[in-house]
């Protein structure tokens, strides 16, 4: 039976809840700029949240193939919903300050990698139910994450230059993650489905010490079926790597270019340029996904991306790091929507939830191996051999990504179990028959 409606009310749920979050990225820091007085106060705030998202991730996938993934979903949402509009409380309370907003961005941090991971493997299961080619479906949820990675901020900072930096404002937030819970309750419970539990052969013996010895080892298997796996390891590593690069050029390399130039206020189009690529790219790709083999691609994108960041690195002219941007957003998206669609095919469903939460930490940890060493090239030596170093970097794991063998083909891998893939009292499960086969 085809899953009803499936499809539309999950990108709206996956939709709401980027929705809330871009607003809160916009909102948060200029609210304890407000609040503190103090530039490094925001750093701080941002550096910890992202090291607390990137610790969740690595236990994340424990509770999302335990319990059913719809349901941790919705909780995530609910949750980071409480917790944000725990601050206008707080504020009116207490006050808010630094302890304060660490407190509750943690907070919020923590519980969000959860939800944001089980909704990742609620879309291989629309695919089983009918709903549409995993291909096509990864590729509209991409759009739809490059449409709010635009709209978000750009409702954040509307807020902001309406009513000012206030706690309030964060009640839009809560509104938004509330409404995607709610939205996700009507999902077909279907989706959030996960392997059959068996324990009644399992010989440790009860308890907490025989339970945590179990969550290990699980977690043991997931990371050794991330590093023998060559797709699965190649497309995390591609993925953080230019998570990482980009990550650079937001932070540290665009913002120093374009006040070097005196066009400050360029710098947040760097991002906006990325974010527009990536809509047409996704959109292009979701549109004609199945016309063109995987392996084209992923040479046009790879191809394409390297000359965006050679465009980017040269920083020979303001306009052309815009379009060089624009650029790597319009090539990457369709392999980086590709790299998904790999990864799903290759991890059984059992283990799908510990896989991506393994991958959602190394990408979040990444931009920590590339913002130091490049800040520092930019201090030493200046922007242009920074920018060139850069370009240098994205040459060498392009030309490694398009003679790489796992890359080869992209052809659909069968989520056949790893031979160490089933942990204490699980049973992995094979796609349901019937399922619709990913175009090529």
């Known amino acids: 039976m085809v899953a ?15 929705l809330g979050a871009g ?25 910890t949240t992202t090291a607390a998202s990137a610790a969740a991730g690595l236990v994340s996938g424990l509770i999302v193939d335990r319990v059913d993934r719809r349901r941790v979903s919705i909780a995530g949402d609910v ?27 943690v907070l919020g941090a923590v519980i969000r990698v959860p939800g944001m991971t089980a909704r990742e493997t609620l879309l291989p299961a629309l695919a089983h139910l ?65 392997g059959a539990v068996d324990r009644g052969d399992d010989p440790d013996p009860v308890g907490a010490g025989a339970a945590l010895r179990r969550a ?94 050679a465009a980017v690195g040269a920083m020979s002219s303001p306009w052309l790091v815009l379009a060089g941007a624009a650029l790597v ?32 930490t190394v990408v979040l940890a990444a931009p920590a191996v590339t913002s130091a060493p490049l800040a520092a090239v930019a201090a030493g030596a200046g922007l242009p051999v920074a920018g060139l170093v850069l370009a240098g970097l994205v040459g060498v794991v392009v030309v490694v990504a398009l003679l790489a063998p796992a890359f080869r083909t992209l052809t659909a891998t069968p989520a056949t179990p790893h031979p160490d893939a089933p942990g204490p009292g699980s049973r992995p499960t094979s796609p349901r028959p019937g399922a619709p086969t990913a175009g090529r």
């Open 4 to 18: 009803r409606g499936t499809a539309p009310l999950y990108f709206a749920s996956y939709g709401l809840s980027l």
């Open 23 to 47: 607003i809160s990225s916009v909102v948060m820091p200029l609210l304890v700029l407000a609040r503190t007085g103090d530039v490094l106060a925001a750093g701080v705030l941002a550096t």
């Open 79 to 105: 949750l980071a919903a409480a917790t944000i509009a725990a601050l206008p409380v707080v504020d009116a309370l207490w006050g808010l300050d630094m302890a304060w907003f660490l407190v509750l961005g």
């Open 130 to 194: 009918g709903a549409g080619s995993l291909d096509r479906l990864v590729a509209t949820r991409e759009t739809v994450a490059n449409v709010l990675v635009l709209a978000g901020p750009g409702v954040g900072g509307l807020l902001v230059g309406v009513l000012g930096p206030s706690p309030t404002l964060m009640l839009a937030t809560a509104g938004t993650s509330l409404l995607a819970a709610l939205t996700a309750l009507r999902l077909d419970p279907r989706t959030g489905e996960t």
């Open 216 to 309: 290990g080892r699980d977690l043991v298997v997931a990371w050794r079926f991330l590093a023998r796996h060559r797709p699965v390891l190649g497309a995390t590593l591609l993925t953080a790597m230019f998570a990482a690069v980009i990550s650079s050029l937001q932070t540290t390399l665009m913002p120093a270019y374009f006040s070097d130039v005196g066009l400050p206020a360029l710098t947040g189009l760097t991002l906006s340029a990325f974010a527009g690529g990536s809509v047409a790219g996704s959109a292009l790709h979701a549109a004609v996904a199945a016309r063109l083999r995987r392996r084209t691609w992923f040479v046009v994108g790879m191809t394409g991306t390297l000359a965006g960041f």
């Open 329 to 360: 957003g319009l090539t990457y998206a369709p392999a980086g929507a590709l790299l998904g669609v790999v990864v799903v095919e290759a991890t059984p469903d059992a283990m799908r939830g510990r896989v991506l939460g393994a991958q959602n």
